[in-house]
């Protein structure tokens, strides 16, 4: 059974950045993709980015694309959500989930989930 933890999320002024981390605990995550979800107030949960295993491709949602860039260190059985020129429309919890091998757009392909990292974004 895999088990996510996010972290990294907090309050950022308009323009601001942040890393989110979504740490595992199997020691062979190279087998999984990762993807990223959020969902704000009253709002479905919607897919942001995924990274494949083994790194061989990315999504982006077309709302954060040129913003936030995902990335994966096996190593430290983490990805890496970077969020740059965060905008209000971004305050959401932050999820991370995992399928086994290739990305998928939709949340119901995503067999674990972390409990989630609250984002705000606000002046």
């Known amino acids: 059974h895999l088990q996510l933890v996010e972290s990294g999320g907090g309050l950022v002024q308009p323009g601001g950045s942040l890393r989110l981390s979504c740490t595992a605990s199997e020691d062979t995550l190279d087998t999984y993709a990762i993807g990223w979800f959020r969902q704000a107030p009253g709002k479905e949960r919607e897919g942001v980015a995924c990274?494949?295993?083994?790194?061989?491709?990315?999504l982006y949602a077309n709302s954060v694309k040129g913003r936030f860039t995902i990335s994966r260190d096996n190593v430290k059985n983490t990805v890496y959500l970077q969020m740059s020129s965060l905008k209000p429309e971004d305050t959401a919890i932050y999820y991370c989930?995992?399928?086994?091998?290739?990305?998928?757009?939709?949340?119901?392909?995503?067999?674990?989930w972390g409990q989630g990292t609250q984002v705000t974004v606000s002046s």
């Open positions: 989930a995992s399928r086994e091998w290739l990305c998928s757009s939709s949340r119901y392909h995503y067999n674990y």
């Open positions: 990274i494949s295993s083994n790194d061989i491709s990315t």
